[in-house]
């Protein structure tokens, strides 16, 4: 096939070596085989000069794939020119020895050669000798005194060596002077990754992030130095949990045991902005067990004595701090919050230099400068919402607001030191409030409370709800026309074997309409629909059990199409007419709602009603129906509850309020059972979920996967890194984030993309600029609750004034 005829699908999974499709390879990433490692760009540079380029656009992004008939083909290149530089090397080798000598015609006469013989021989440029072989003009004929006088005249023409690509080397001309020197080469032979992978010195060289993290990978593996995070607590480097004390923290982060390259903290660490936090109150060489004091001499020590392929030149921002004692190593003082080093570290002993240009303050970090700008020189100065006073900074509208509007009683207008004094003042001073509830007439002293409570309001709800059940009553006592079973079953029965719509049912996973076979995608249910239930048939039991209201199908129309003529019809309404008018189908009009169409593609799922709204998940969009398009007119007679179709109301009624929810052994009763369930496990340790594999239980769903995952390599794995996960919606999400780098949501602002809607609300929080998460302790406002957060553990651990939310 030519290379013109193939067409590039904008799609991941592009071969780069053969323009094919499927789940391949990364060309940049280290792969084991044959108890070797291989990295499939170096090979490509080294056997063919050829360098595979890299696009942020495109069928496969950022990444560079190759399939697996192009990776055997490449190697199969990299041992032949292998073999073909060695028996090169050889071949030199032996001739430079006079190996081939004997074998050589005699000539009577003599003839004056060696300066012919000499001057080929030092013209080859031999690139591929290891060993130090010296050329003279004696050297070549050293056995001439063991040999006749018409032995030593030898004509020895040297054979011509190949260049590079098959192209013939020029001679390179030698001066007079120089041929008696030594002739030595330099130069080893290049070999590929998949031959010898030790070989090169250098086999990180052009990737600088890869070699950033080889360097890690030999420094937290071999030292008693330790990463971590920190973000009002010690955050592992690792798996990212949280610890108040560092003896726990030090040995949960060494239970992780040796890291890889290939670990997600390590990846994540790209460029030389990055600060890594290291912990040194302990250095010493885990191997031999010497101990240091500096970290530059237990990086010498593991290059110079063990060997480690560490390459210094990389720049790796290290950030040293005792964890032990918090003390600061460049002046020795010692704080008592790790909080307080780290402003010493970076306002007196800053690494880097970021000036501001409107004051000329020094800070260590970029993010420092930019909060310096943010709240110090914004232009137009900083105004108050409330009272339309300006301010110079934001430190001085924050006391302001604090002060003045914050703390201030509505009622009295007396200003308190803190919003809880406050609330207080407001609960004995001013108790006889008109906030009450109009539901339930509950009162309330602040009008955040009544808020609150009129959106959790149950009277609020029932007197909702009771409209409806007065309607539903009404049209009940209405006698109703009795649907037509048979004819619904008939209608259905044509759609499904005239057409090409896919029958399917979906609780959580989608299930196959004829014999409930459980499906994780949808182009597996639709493949076993088509090759296992080609016709539907009147009489079989996936029919039969439509009965009264239960009479409504979940089809695919997504490619949907008549069977008999195989004319594309996108609409079921004009499938319909299509099928009455030229084939005579007999299907009832007068009948409505028997057939749900939806457009399953995957990742990208349509509401049927505003097609503009997009869903990813199945789920997500049945929940989005029910709650934007349904009139929930069936009521639940024990809660109040309203539903859309009778089936959910049953599966409701089913795992809610059937059987007992009473505890059987300390007699609490619960709403449903799964409340129940939750509180047998928390609180009698009950383990109701056994394993499918082994005789154990467990307490939850979630315990029984990860054991699943742990123990029995059962779960669902990433196709890319193989990595295991409780949910198939999880690996997906995984797969689209960490390996496709997917970011389709931008910021309307600044058009900066993101992965969802979660991480684009959490930037636009910078954009907003409203910080009205406010500490009860000191005033200070926060644009998010999880600084909020971190900021009051602060609080409650140094005992300072005590929390009163």
């Not at 008999?564 to 299509?578: E, R």
């Not at 509401?607 to 929930?632: A, D, K, Q, W």
Request: aromatic fraction near 10%; proline fraction near 4%; hydrophobic fraction near 30%.
């Amino acid at each position: 096939m030519e290379f013109n005829e193939i067409v590039v699908k904008e799609s991941p999974g592009l071969c780069r070596c053969c323009l094919s499709e499927g789940c391949y390879k990364d060309l940049g990433t280290e792969y084991t085989w044959m108890n070797e490692t291989e990295v499939y760009a170096d090979m490509l540079l080294e056997c063919f000069d050829i360098s595979i380029t890299q696009h942020n656009e495109g069928p496969n992004g950022p990444n560079r794939l190759i399939c697996e008939v192009c990776i055997t083909r490449l190697r199969d290149a990299c041992n032949f020119k292998k073999q073909v530089m060695d028996s090169e090397k050889k071949f030199i080798d032996m001739m430079g020895r006079g190996e081939f000598r004997p074998k050589m015609l005699i000539y009577q006469t003599q003839m004056k050669c060696e300066d012919a013989a000499v001057e080929q021989i030092e013209n080859a440029n031999v690139e591929y000798l290891e060993d130090e072989i010296e050329f003279g003009d004696d050297d070549l004929l050293k056995d001439s005194d063991s040999v006749e006088a018409s032995v030593s005249d030898i004509t020895v023409s040297a054979l011509p060596i190949k260049g590079k690509r098959g192209r013939p080397r020029k001679a390179t001309p030698v001066k007079p002077e120089k041929r008696a020197k030594v002739a030595k080469i330099e130069d080893k032979p290049k070999t590929s990754k998949a031959v010898a992978k030790d070989c090169l010195p250098g086999r990180y060289e052009g990737c600088t992030s890869e070699r950033r993290r080889q360097n890690l990978k030999i420094l937290f593996n071999h030292t008693s130095i330790m990463p971590f995070k920190w973000r009002g607590k010690y955050l592992c480097f690792y798996c990212g949990q949280n610890y108040t004390e560092y003896p726990e923290f030090r040995k949960h982060t060494k239970s992780h045991g040796l890291c890889t390259t290939k670990d997600y903290s390590l990846k994540i660490i790209k460029g030389n902005h990055v600060e890594i936090k290291i912990d040194v109150s302990e250095i010493g060489c885990e191997i031999c067990n010497e101990p240091f004091n500096r970290l530059d001499d237990i990086i010498d020590h593991l290059i110079v004595k063990h060997e480690f392929d560490y390459n210094k030149k990389i720049d790796i921002p290290f950030q040293e701090y005792r964890l032990v004692d918090f003390r600061c190593l460049h002046c020795e003082e010692q704080f008592s919050y790790f909080g307080y080093l780290v402003k010493h570290v970076n306002t007196v002993h800053p690494q880097n230099c970021f000036i501001c240009d409107h004051c000329r303050a020094n800070f260590n970090k970029k993010r420092d400068l930019d909060f310096h700008i943010r709240n110090y020189h914004r232009q137009g100065g900083y105004p108050c919402d409330l009272c339309l006073k300006n301010f110079e900074n934001c430190i001085q509208l924050r006391k302001h607001k604090n002060n003045t509007h914050f703390r201030q009683c509505k009622s009295c207008g007396s200003s308190f030191a803190s919003l809880s004094l406050l609330q207080k003042h407001i609960q004995l001073d001013h108790s006889q409030s008109n906030l009450k509830c109009s539901y339930c007439s509950k009162e309330f002293h602040t009008t955040l409370g009544l808020k609150q409570h009129l959106s959790k309001c149950k009277v609020k709800i029932l007197s909702k709800v009771e409209p409806q059940v007065s309607l539903n009553e009404t049209q009940q006592a209405e006698p109703t026309k009795k649907q037509n079973v048979l004819q619904i079953r008939q209608n259905i029965h044509c759609v499904l074997n005239m057409s090409t719509a896919v029958p399917f049912k979906f609780f959580a996973k989608y299930f196959c309409f004829y014999c409930s076979k459980k499906f994780v995608e949808f182009d597996d249910l639709k493949t076993h629909t088509n090759l296992e239930h080609p016709v539907c048939d009147l009489k079989s039991k996936s029919m039969k059990n439509f009965k009264g209201e239960r009479t409504t199908v979940k089809i695919d129309i997504s490619a949907l199409a008549c069977k008999l003529c195989c004319v594309s019809i996108p609409n079921l309404d004009d499938l319909i007419t299509h099928l009455i008018e030229e084939h005579k189908a007999n299907y009832d009009t007068s009948i409505k709602g028997c057939l749900e169409p939806f457009r399953v593609i995957k990742d990208n799922m349509p509401c049927p009603i505003c097609p503009n709204t997009v869903f990813r998940y199945f789920g997500i969009l049945l929940r989005h129906m029910n709650s934007e398009h349904s009139n929930n007119n069936r009521i639940c007679d024990f809660c109040g509850r309203s539903f859309r179709n009778a089936a959910n109301l049953k599966v409701h009624i089913t795992y809610a309020h059937t059987g007992s929810c009473e505890c059987d052994i300390c007699g609490i009763k619960y709403r449903n059972q799964w409340c129940l369930s939750r509180h047998r496990a928390k609180t009698h340790d009950a383990k109701d979920y056994k394993c499918p594999k082994c005789p154990e239980k467990f307490q939850s769903e979630y315990h029984k996967q990860k054991h699943l995952i742990k123990i029995h390599n059962v779960g669902h794995k990433c196709s890319y890194c193989e990595k295991m996960f409780t949910r198939n919606s999880f690996m997906k999400d995984h797969v689209r984030r960490t390996h496709l780098k997917e970011k389709n949501i931008p910021c309307s602002i600044c058009n900066e993309k993101f992965f969802d809607n979660y991480l684009l609300r959490m930037h636009m929080v910078k954009h907003e600029g409203e910080r009205k998460f406010n500490c009860t302790v000191c005033g200070k406002a926060f644009l998010r609750k999880s600084n909020l957060s971190s900021h009051l553990e602060m609080h409650k651990k140094y005992g300072h004034i005590p929390l009163q939310i």
